[in-house]
Each structure stands twice: as C-alpha cells, then as structure tokens.
C-alpha cells in the first residue's frame, strides 16, 4: 500500500471547496495465487472522505461521491494517462512483488497464546475466558473453544483480526461460561506458521485448590528474586566486561534493503488537476 498527502491547506483551492483541506491518495496492489490475478485500487481522499478511484478490474475512474464525478471524467479523457494507470498493475504492482514476496508471501511468525478468566470469580458463576493470540503473521488464524475436550460454539465472542503496526496482528477469543470444579477448558490455534494446533488449558479449580497453587507460586517467584538478585551483584562486581548491547535493523530498513532501491511507485496524478482548477476559479 503507497500512501501521500498531496495537497493541504493553501486557500489556492477549487471554488467549491473549503480552505484547509486535505487531499490524500492511497494505492493497493492486490494479490491472488501470486500474480497470477492482480487487482490495482488508486483512491483519492478529500478530508478522509473518498471521492474518486481507479479500479483496474473496471479500466477507468471511477465517482465515489459528487465531487469525484467531474474529476473522474476529466482523467478518463486524459488517453495517455489512463493507459500508463492501467499498465501499472504489471509496472509497479508485479514489478514489487518480487521485492516484498519473501517478507510477505512466505514470511511466518508464530503465535503466542495464553488463557485467562477476564475476573477473578468463584466457580459456578458466569465468567469469561479470554483467549489471546498476538505476534502472529500472516493474519489468517483459526481460534477454537474445548471444554472437556468437546467444541464449544455458543457463547464465543470475538474482536476479530487486529493489526499491531509492525507487521503483525493480534485477537480475542472469549467464551462465555459458567466453570465447575474438574472442568477442563482448552484454546486452540491454527496458523499457516505451526504444522499442528496449539493448544493452552485452563483448569477450573476451587478456591482451595487455587490458594494452595498461589502458595507455591509465590514460593518460587521469591526464590527467583533473591537469585536474580544474587546474579545481579555477582555480575556488577566483574570487572573488565563489556555490556552487550543489542543490534539489528527495523523491519522498514529491511524491506527497503530488498528492494535495493529498485522499488517502483504509482503515479498521483490529482494535484495538477486541482492546481488548474485553482487557477481557473
């Protein structure tokens, strides 16, 4: 996806339009079994509102709203342009692939699942079992419920696929239930990245059970205190060490590293049509 802000501010804008505006332009290139389909959408946004698209399954521009309809026709008239438009879907969109495939394609990121109620509640009251999975790449993932090692369906609510910003996403899965002593319940996980499921338990315990296991939890937590403490002043007292410290390159800079400067972007084509209607108004 290839985003620019085109135009903002200046009151040199269309008479029919307000100062201190934006105008934005996004491109997707879409992919299907590679590239063998590949579908090329260029969108024009008016202060976050699309007005106008070019749609390479259509050919031409097309109107979104009103104010996209006199722009729409004027880049249809303009042969040339529209032809260089449409040849973009083998210039820009299957030219960069190749750059990209690797990360994109055939990248894997594994999951990381943990189970947990949403509120600490006694047993055989309604609670809500939080499943979440994050850090996973590409997006396509299947959550399941088991309780006592059949599937559960009803009462299963989700937040759907959320992006993290670094090239990975994240979800919710909850089940809504009411657990009882001895039940088992069991998040599953498929992903393009794990040749078999995942899978985290989550016991429903008394609160007996639960006071007991807490005891022992906080046992090691405190022994793992004073050994880290321990490694803490055993370390700082070596002399003549070098700290480490941690090195590696953003995913941006690595995707840029791929293309060795060879990237192709499409053209924005709107602001020399808005600057002459400027002019003209």
Known sequence: KQTHRLHSAPCLTPSHLNCHSSLQFKGECHFFNGTERVRLLVRFFYNQEEFVRFDSDVGEYRAVTELGRPIA?????????????????????????GGVESFTVQRRVHPEVTVYPSKTQPLQHHNLLVCSVSGFYPGSIEVKWFRNGQEEK???????????????????????????????????VEHPSVTSPLTVEWRARSES?????????????????????????????????????????????????????????????????????????
């Open 209 to 281: 059970a639960q006071s007991k296991m807490l005891s022992g939890v906080g046992g090691f937590v405190l022994g793992l205190l004073f050994l880290g403490a321990g490694l803490f002043i055993y370390f700082r007292n070596q002399k003549g060490e070098e700290p480490l410290v941690p090195t590696g390159n953003t995913f941006s800079s690595s995707l840029r590293n791929r293309f060795g400067g060879q990237a192709r972007w499409l053209t924005p084509v709107i602001p020399a049509l808005w600057e002459a209607e400027a002019g003209g108004s």
């Open 73 to 97: 026709e004027h880049l249809n008239s303009q042969k040339d342009s529209l032809e260089r438009r449409r040849a973009e879907v083998d210039t820009v969109c299957r030219h960069n692939y």
């Open 154 to 188: 009803a009462g299963v609510v989700s937040t759907g696929l959320i992006q993290n910003g670094d090239w990975t996403f994240q979800t919710l899965v909850m089940l809504e239930t009411v657990p009882r002593s001895g039940e088992v319940y069991t998040c599953q």
